[in-house]
């Protein structure tokens, strides 16, 4: 049975209209199948305006439409227009919804989750505790969109006007407390490759860089941080950078003297823990 709405009303009426069908078996099989028809598409609907779902799926023209608590879940809605369409709760999780036109619309507390939005058009949109994990974002655009308090979690293709220095350094916070370390550093340059002197983009990042075992450049970007903490006069910055170039001279010392051991790296690569008490209420976490 096909998974979206339009698909199944169209297979429904071709099996209730069809020379090709049984017509000898009537009362038994009929009915049934507009009924598991009507099911699928009244379980799309929820909390949606039905007639409003109606003419998404099959005009996917749907501005200012009714779709709250709508299950679109992995539809095909490509180049849709949901210009200031009500989207709240909706779940949309792996949905297509490439070159779709979403400005206006309102995502709160909506399932974007793997969904592609590739090209799709986000300004303005409403974003509220919106569920934006793992989908995929190239050459989507984001003006005067805030993603402050949506889920980013493996994001991909992210544009740098999704978001400031601080939401992108936020979300490689994250990703780095997760062990999604190259996701991390994909934040992390982000937030840099928008504010060449925030600091704490290059402390994260160094703490990351020192979780996957580049040393030599952990070092590098907490140093640089260091002197603009200093610049700053954060005291803080300045204190959590110095002990974690402390320690992670002391652990590469005590390896030259052959006295280096796996519970003194562990304890030098487990850092972040210390410097997350620094860097996280930076971002309200």
Not at 50 to 60: A, G, N, P, V
Not at 93 to 122: I, K, P, R, V, Y
Not at 212 to 231: C, D, H, P, T, W
Not at 244 to 273: C, H, K, T, W, Y
Request: aromatic content about 8%; proline content about 4%; charged content about 20%.
């Amino acid at each position: 049975m096909p998974g979206d709405g339009a698909i199944a009303l169209r297979w429904l009426k071709w099996k209730t209209t069809s020379s090709e069908y049984p017509r000898h078996q009537p009362m038994k099989i009929r009915p049934f199948l507009v009924a598991l028809g009507l099911t699928t598409l009244a379980g799309a609907a929820h909390g949606a305006n039905f007639e409003d779902l109606t003419q998404l799926l099959s005009t996917k023209k749907c501005p200012l439409c009714d779709l709250r608590g709508a299950g679109l879940v992995m539809v095909n809605l490509t180049r849709a227009d949901l210009t200031g369409a009500d989207l709240t709760g909706a779940n949309l999780s792996g949905a297509d919804l490439t070159g779709a036109n979403l400005s206006g619309a309102n995502l709160t507390s909506a399932s974007l989750n793997g969904a592609n939005l590739s090209g799709a058009n986000l300004n303005g949109a409403i974003i509220e505790g919106t569920d934006f994990r793992e989908a995929y974002f190239d050459r989507a655009t984001f003006i005067n969109t805030n993603l402050e308090t949506a889920y980013m979690q493996g994001a991909k293709a992210l544009p740098d006007t999704a978001g400031t220095p601080q939401l992108f350094y936020g979300w490689g916070l994250l990703e780095t407390s997760k062990g999604n370390y190259q996701s991390a550093l994909n934040h992390y340059d982000r937030a840099l490759a928008l504010d060449p002197e925030f600091a704490p983009g290059y402390l994260g990042r160094g703490l990351t860089l020192l979780k996957i075992g580049n040393e030599s450049s952990a070092k590098q970007n907490v140093e640089y941080a260091q002197l603009l903490f200093e610049e700053n006069q954060d005291e803080v910055g300045v204190k959590t950078s110095e002990q974690f170039l402390e320690d992670l001279a002391n652990m590469q010392e005590a390896r030259r003297q052959g006295a280096g051991n796996p519970q003194l790296d562990a304890i030098v690569r487990g850092v972040a823990s210390m410097a997350f008490k620094y860097l996280l209420p930076l971002v309200g976490l």
